[in-house]
């Protein structure tokens, strides 16, 4: 079995330090490391490749998941 892979957001305060915003966890469906883990912003939609999977969530909200592929 792989290692948990998760997508954490951050943002950075003008005083310069990060804030969690929220954490995206993949389920994986089989060995995936964070070399298999890949992300592509789109304005407020987050879309996290892990192995043979696609994870959409909104940047706000992390942890809701929109739809799997």
């Given at each position: 079995?792989?290692?948990?892979?998760?997508?954490?957001?951050?943002?950075?305060?003008?005083?310069?330090?990060?804030?969690?915003?929220?954490?995206?966890i993949?389920?994986?469906s089989?060995?995936?490391?964070?070399?298999?883990?890949?992300?592509?912003?789109?304005?407020?939609?987050?879309?996290f490749?892990?192995?043979?999977?696609?994870?959409?969530?909104?940047?706000?909200?992390?942890?809701?998941?929109?739809?799997?592929?």
């Amino acid at each position: 079995m792989g290692e948990q892979v998760s997508l954490l957001t951050l943002e950075v305060t003008s005083n310069g330090t990060m804030d969690k915003i929220g954490e995206l966890i993949a389920e994986s469906s089989g060995y995936v490391t964070a070399w298999d883990a890949r992300t592509v912003l789109v304005n407020d939609d987050i879309y996290f490749v892990v192995g043979d999977r696609v994870f959409h969530s909104n940047w706000q909200l992390p942890e809701q998941l929109i739809t799997q592929y």
